[in-house]
């Protein structure tokens, strides 16, 4: 190591790396290496015997986060800046060029040098916020030669984030939905419940639960698909190309037999299903049985979740037959205990005198008055 120089008779030069007072070199040096020695000579004088270094991306260029009083050298360019800095404990060497950040600290004790190696890499390159979770959904609808099919990614919703939102038989018929990694008996699912019970919300958690193994389809006028005289358009629905392939790694080596299997959502179809449904809207239902169990359905991964507002009661008894829904999920209110635990988590005090769904609840948090208790029994007018 260079003996040090007399600062106060020589000029500074490039080979002075023992500066005892801050240094502005903007001008002066046309590089900036000789920083790591100051900081070697600067950590040696105070005993600092550990050294950890860092690097990282930032989302864009960063500036230089000390103040005058701290910085005990510097160097900027075009390309970037340089600095040893005084952080009282520790020292640190500083380096940005375009977005890349090289941090290098000194200090009494490796947890100390290790500590503020994070702390600075934190401050100039933060991790980006985390990308929100999105799934591939299908939407269909009626064309003039059959079914036209446009793809987009929707935001998923986990589980565990709105289970909570549902009353606990709901929560519980949900749950073990959501845990399936393969169909279970029957190739029909109803849901049914009063609207703003959640079950738009429990779509996409279910879509998110089950994107390893299948994909969701949304058939936006199920009424036309269900309908004579469009033969073209349920064949497109129920025929469509396999989906694999759609560019998840887990897809590329995917075989025949390992094709996913496919989700025919019908939102707010109970008109179609109901028990006087052949005499409103024809065989509706007999296409609907063919197409997921019958001779249609054969030999196709195809499951078909129903949501309808309508109770179980009122649906055609061909659907309710034993054996052909794998599962029933019925959308009920919470109650005012499960609703009042909802809004605490929320970082509400608000309370409902009686149910509430998950709409009524929502609105509450945006300020709406808590619904009213729910008459029960004859009311005099």
């Known amino acids: 190591m260079t003996a040090p120089l007399a600062t106060d008779t020589a000029a500074p030069r490039r080979d002075d790396v023992r500066m005892r007072a801050p240094l502005a070199t903007n001008d002066l040096y046309g590089e900036s290496g000789w920083v790591d020695q100051l900081l070697m000579e600067l950590a040696a004088d105070r005993a600092l015997r550990h050294l950890r270094a860092g690097r990282r991306e ?9 103040v005058d009083a701290q910085l005990l050298a510097s ?8 600095c040893v800095a005084d952080l009282g404990d520790v020292l640190a060497r500083v380096e940005c060029r375009g977005r890349s950040v090289l941090v290098t600290t000194a200090a009494a004790t490796r947890p100390s040098a290790a500590a503020a190696v994070t702390t600075l890499l934190g401050e100039l390159a933060p991790d980006p916020a985390p990308e929100r979770a999105t799934v591939p959904v299908a939407f269909w609808s009626s064309g ?32 073990e939905l959501v845990a399936a990694r393969a169909p279970g008996a029957g190739r029909l699912l109803l849901w049914h419940g009063a609207p703003g019970t959640g079950k738009t919300t429990a779509l996409r958690a279910l879509a998110d639960a089950w994107r390893s193994w299948c994909r969701i389809h949304v058939v936006t006028d199920p009424d036309v698909l269900l309908a004579g005289g469009r033969a073209a358009y349920l064949t497109d629905v129920a025929m469509g190309e396999d989906d694999i392939d759609d560019g998840e790694p887990e897809d590329r080596d995917r075989g025949d037999h390992d094709v996913r ?60 037959r034993p054996g052909r829904c794998w599962a029933t999920v019925a959308f009920e209110p919470l109650s005012s205990q499960e609703a009042g635990a909802w809004l605490a988590a929320q970082g509400s005090d608000a309370r409902v005198a009686g149910p509430a769904t998950l709409a009524e609840l929502h609105g509450v948090l945006a300020g709406e008055a808590p619904p009213r208790a729910r008459p029960f029994g004859f009311v005099a007018e």
């Open 58 to 66: 930032a989302r864009t260029r960063p500036g230089m986060p000390f």
């Open 75 to 82: 160097f900027e360019d075009d390309a970037g800046w340089t």
């Open 144 to 175: 003039e030669r059959g079914g036209r099919c446009t793809r987009r990614d929707v935001d998923g919703l986990s589980w565990a984030a709105v289970e909570h939102g549902y009353a606990a038989s709901t929560r519980r018929a949900l749950g």
């Open 261 to 320: 299997w496919r989700l025919l959502v019908l939102e707010d179809a109970g008109e179609l299903i109901g028990q006087d449904a052949p005499d409103r809207t024809g065989q509706a239902v007999s296409r609907l049985l063919n197409l997921s169990d019958g001779l249609l359905g054969q030999g196709l991964r195809t499951l078909v979740l129903i949501t309808t507002n309508e109770s179980v009661g009122a649906l055609h008894p061909a659907i309710r």
